[in-house]
């Protein structure tokens, strides 16, 4: 616990720390929203805060960006997390896109995206169905 | 300086996205959410990552906003005000980052150059892009040479989200306009 009163300590994970709070922010909405679009948002938000932390990582304090320059002692910050969340970023708008085109299509068929509505329209068709079975089934039986 | 700088823009972007959370117009939400974008754009070229910067601003604050937009257009503009128990979801958040933060306690200083990240692949990387791949930018050498194969991994994946999507959304205008007919006739 002594290290949470050292300020340089403090100063060197404040990073770590916000984007701790950014990622359950994004969690957070994810889980206490209902609105589907919104659920997308939060899960981006979520995905950014990841790309924080690698970042973060990679950096070196007096670096520069990764791209060779004619000094030859310059310092480079690392390119490898840089390269990772480069496909991540681009991985996570094929998955943004197809959540979208998801949402759009459950708005056409509930015409609601939000899921306490959705859950209730399921609920009642359920509900249909197993009084529709119960009826034919009772049918049956006093045909018999 | 710069450090100071990174926190503040840091700030700034969780703030912005505990606005997202009480906001219930979604086409603020939707807008709030390209800010996002614009400002970890910002943190990436001061955290030296100039390709991850340039990507998220075209992506994440350009394609993803235009994506959304294009959603709400179709489906609904504003959150219904649906009244849910947010405790048990509040305790799960506090309790996940309580165990996170005591997982950075342990983590290297940020910028530290002896960190274990800094130390092992990467400088390898670093010194042999000039002599092997003949171009300046280490990133693009890896992510076209080095790592090929990974991207093209990353190509199918694209493609098949595509796929995935044209399937979704396919024939909804021919179906809208049946149900339209059905609903005339």
């Not at chain 1, 922010?25 to 979520?46: D, E, H, Q």
């Not at chain 2, 703030?15 to 997202?20: G, L, N, Q, R, V």
Request: aromatic content about 6%; charged content about 15%; overall charge negative.
């Amino acid at each position: 616990m002594d290290r949470l009163l050292d300020p340089s300590f403090v100063l060197g994970h404040m990073n770590y720390w916000l984007f701790v709070v950014l990622m359950m922010t994004g969690l957070y909405i994810v889980v206490a929203r209902g609105n589907l679009l919104k659920k997308i948002v939060g899960l981006n938000i979520f995905q950014a805060a990841v790309f924080m932390l690698y970042i973060s990582a990679g950096k070196v304090r007096g670096g520069t960006a990764p791209i060779l320059t004619d000094n030859p002692g310059e310092a480079y910050s690392n390119p490898l997390p840089h390269v990772l969340i480069l496909t991540a970023i681009v991985v996570g708008i094929a998955t943004t896109a197809l959540g979208l085109a998801l949402t759009t299509r459950i708005n056409e068929v509930y015409g609601t995206i939000e899921e306490d509505e959705i859950l209730e329209i399921d609920h009642q068709e359920t509900e249909r169905e197993v009084a529709a079975i119960l009826a034919t089934s009772a049918q049956d039986s006093a045909n018999a | 300086m710069e450090l100071a700088i990174t926190l503040f823009l840091f700030c700034a972007i969780v703030a912005t996205a505990i606005a997202i959370t009480t906001i219930r117009s979604l086409f603020a939400v939707v807008m709030l959410s390209g800010v996002i974008s614009l400002l970890s754009a910002l943190l990436f070229v001061l955290m030296d990552a100039v390709d991850v910067a340039f990507t998220e601003a075209a992506v994440g604050a350009g394609i993803s906003t235009v994506l959304m937009l294009g959603t709400i257009a179709l489906t609904s503009r504003t959150q219904k005000d649906i009244k849910r128990n947010n405790l048990i979801p509040l305790a799960v958040i506090i309790l996940t980052g309580l165990v996170l933060i005591d997982g950075t306690l342990d983590m290297p200083s940020f910028g530290a150059p002896d960190s274990p990240a800094q130390t092992h692949v990467g400088a390898a990387y670093i010194a042999r892009t000039a002599d092997e791949i003949h171009i300046p930018n280490i990133v693009t050498a890896v992510l076209a040479s080095y790592r090929g194969y990974d991207t093209l991994g990353e190509v199918t994946v694209v493609f098949t989200a595509g796929l995935g999507v044209v399937l979704l959304l396919g024939g909804m205008g021919a179906r809208s306009r049946k149900r339209r007919q059905e609903e005339e006739g």
